[in-house]
């Protein structure tokens, strides 16, 4: 599918054509209205289950694929991650409560092009640190996005998330990273949350990547459960992910995955 690939150390980019990004822009708007309606019915009372059927009726209207589902074996098209799960929370009957903070991340394919975006999400009144835990991780998605752009090393995006997450007393997640996105729902590059020793590859116009700070008011360190998909923090705080696909364009950056006001 693609014609071009931008190739660095070792990582091959996929470099999408003007048809090829109308398909990843169309599997983005379609994942945005998707989570847009999610957002509308979380409430005390509801379950993931729930959400993931929402998700599930809203795919079949656009008559797209779940990105999610069946990948290396995942049962649901969401993955529900409340209070201190942090990433792959397989949905379940476990009703939410007030106070609690969920986490949906969904993922759809239209025409072959995949789209990846979460949604962290008060359920009705939470604490101030839950609240604050959400809008930091929102901060550092913003500036990672308003940071990205042709010419710029993936390892700039990378720092200036990382500075935003630490500067609000919250931890990075190591174990868990963004990344490319395309005809494959992981592609190269990778996108990390904190700064290390690799810059990066340069960003070219025609590379779609999906930036996803994850954080924990705690410690950063993460535990698989039982169930062989849901982490959750070794601590036991709070964590959340928000996640964003987003275009390198000659004009700057495209948010593929925002959500429409309902």
């Known amino acids: 599918l693609f014609m071009r690939y931008w190739e660095e150390n070792g990582l091959r980019i996929g470099i999408k054509n003007e048809e090829e990004m109308a398909h990843m822009r169309e599997s983005g708007r379609i994942l945005g209205i998707i989570l847009a309606e999610i957002e509308q019915m979380i409430a005390p009372g509801i379950t993931g289950l729930d959400i993931d059927a929402k998700a599930v009726s809203i ?73 604050k835990l959400i809008s930091t ?61 690799d810059p990066g590859p340069l960003l070219q116009p025609g590379m779609t990547i999906a930036i996803e700070p994850i954080i924990t008011a705690g410690r950063p360190e993460i535990t698989l459960e039982k169930d062989n998909w849901t982490y959750i923090t070794s601590d036991g705080s709070l964590a959340t992910q928000v996640e964003h696909t987003i275009a390198i364009t000659e004009k700057g950056v495209e948010i593929l995955t925002k959500r429409p006001t309902l």
């Open 137 to 197: 991780a929102e901060k550092a998605l913003k500036k990672g996005i308003e940071t990205a752009k042709a010419g710029i090393r993936v390892g700039k995006i990378s720092e200036i998330i990382e500075k935003t997450i630490v500067k609000n007393g919250f931890s990075v997640v190591h174990d868990l990273i963004g990344h490319g996105i395309g005809t494959e729902l992981h592609e190269d590059p990778p996108v990390p949350n904190f700064k290390d020793s």
């Open 59 to 131: 795919m079949e209207k656009f008559n797209v694929k779940a990105s999610f589902k069946g990948y290396q074996g995942f049962p649901n098209v969401a993955c529900i991650n409340i209070n201190n799960q942090v990433v792959h929370g397989i949905p379940t009957d476990r009703v939410l409560q007030e106070g609690d903070i969920i986490t949906v991340d969904c993922g759809v394919v239209y025409k072959g092009f995949h789209s990846d975006s979460a949604i962290s999400v008060g359920v009705g009144n939470i604490s101030p640190e839950a609240q």
